[in-house]
């Protein structure tokens, strides 16, 4: 009986990949983000983690004052840059409790649904409690940046 693993045996995902992946909820309305911010300031802020996409993931949690200071600048970000009475382009995994919060750059939405077929773009930011891997080596590019990439070095 043989026992080895296969290449292609699927690995157990990291937690942080699980929860970016995972059921979240929209945060639709200007108000409810607003409450989201008030629940996140308002709770144990000492044990979160702010990952800007494309920067390394950071390794401890931010302080308390950082937390505030980036919930309040990318408050009035997402407010003048996403020019629209709704919000609809920050993602939570709990309104009420939340550990992971997903936040879309309002200049690079792209199609955030993936309905066009090609998946989302990823976020700018996310808020988590997990402490963060990078996102952009874990996640695999489009299978036809792939195939372009594979044309040139073959």
Same mark, same amino acid.
């Given at each position: 009986m043989n026992t080895a693993v296969s290449e292609t045996s699927p690995q157990p995902e990291h937690p942080f990949i699980e929860k970016y992946q995972g059921r979240l909820a929209g945060i639709l309305r200007w108000e409810q983000l607003d409450e989201l911010w008030q629940t &996140?300031?308002?709770?144990? =802020? /000492? !044990?979160? +983690?702010? @990952? /800007? &996409?494309?920067?390394?993931?950071? *390794?401890?949690p931010c302080k308390q004052e950082k937390l505030h200071l980036f919930i309040d600048?990318? !408050?009035?970000l997402l407010k003048h840059d996403h020019e629209h009475d709704y919000c609809g382009i920050?993602? =939570? !995994?709990?309104?009420? *409790?939340?550990? +992971?919060?997903? &936040? @879309? !750059?309002?200049n690079n939405l792209g199609h955030v649904c993936g309905s066009s077929g090609a998946p989302p773009p990823l976020p700018g930011w996310i808020l988590s409690k997990i402490q963060?891997?990078?996102?952009?080596a874990a996640i695999a590019p489009p299978g036809n940046r792939r195939r372009w990439w594979q044309k040139i070095f073959s």
């Open positions: &996140i300031q308002s709770g144990s =802020t /000492h !044990d979160w +983690f702010i @990952y /800007h &996409i494309g920067e390394p993931p950071p *390794a401890i600048e990318i !408050d009035k920050v993602y =939570t !995994d709990s309104k009420d *409790a939340p550990e +992971f919060i997903k &936040i @879309y !750059d309002p963060p891997i990078d996102l952009e």
